[in-house]
């Protein structure tokens, strides 16, 4: 069965990096895009980032472009997302989600990694 | 990017049918049939109920079926049951490989 495994949130300083992965299983990885997309606490979603099956081009949400960085290793089956210059409104559960089709939206989620941003 | 426009909240009575909308823009909702609607209960990951605007994912009962009139999509639940109550998104292809996600509503089963 599809499973998408999340880690690397925690604490983190404005101003700092930190970068989360997500394990991916039970399909064929390279055949899909992948999307991470967050939830404040207590707020709605957000789409975040996108990232093609081929991964050659990358798309994100204003609010973070330039500052948060997706990639994906085949070889290891895991999507990542490199996140920068980190802001008190980046704190959020952070999804990583498989595309059902044409970058048209998710169909599986994994389970959340939060991320939260505070001196 | 603006979010998709849902209510706040609805509520029904078990067995009974209430509609959810979702109001976005000629440049998305209403550009593309790309719409999709996902549950989420407290503490748990979103889970499709609905993709390319009225397309039920194997395992999701047929209570739940999806629409779409102009900018607006809706998603309908009949029948509802306690198991129902939960958050509801809609989420919109907005061009250019970007998605786009409603605000989100509470469904209340009475």
């Known amino acids: 069965q599809v499973q998408l495994v999340e880690s690397g949130g925690g604490v983190v300083q404005p101003g700092r990096s930190l970068r989360l992965s997500c394990a991916a299983s039970?399909?064929?990885?390279?055949?899909?895009?992948l999307h991470w997309v967050r939830q404040a606490p207590g707020k709605g979603l957000e789409w975040v980032a996108v990232i093609p099956d081929g991964g050659t081009n990358t798309y994100y949400a204003g609010s973070v472009k330039g500052r948060f960085t997706i990639s994906r290793d085949t070889s290891k089956n895991t999507l990542y997302l490199q996140m920068n210059s980190l802001r008190a409104e980046d704190t959020a559960v952070y999804y990583c989600?498989?595309?059902?089709?044409?970058?048209?939206?998710?169909?599986?989620w994994g389970q959340g990694t939060l991320v939260t941003v505070s001196s | 990017q603006s979010a998709l426009t849902q209510p706040r909240s609805v509520s029904g009575s078990p067995g009974q049918s209430v509609t959810i909308s979702c109001t976005g823009t000629s440049s998305d909702v209403g550009h593309y049939d790309y719409v999709s609607w996902y549950q989420q209960h407290p503490g748990k990951a979103p889970k499709l109920m609905i993709y390319?605007?009225?397309k039920r994912p194997s395992g999701v009962p047929d209570r739940f079926s999806g629409s779409k009139s102009g900018n607006t999509a809706s998603l309908t639940i009949s029948g509802l049951q306690a198991e129902d109550e939960a958050d509801y998104y809609c989420c919109s292809y907005a061009g250019s490989y970007t998605l786009v996600f409603g605000g989100g509503t509470k469904l209340t089963v009475l």
């Open positions: 989600a498989r595309d059902y089709g044409d970058y048209a939206g998710p169909d599986y």
């Open positions: 039970g399909f064929t990885f390279s055949s899909y895009a």
């Open positions: 390319d605007v009225n």
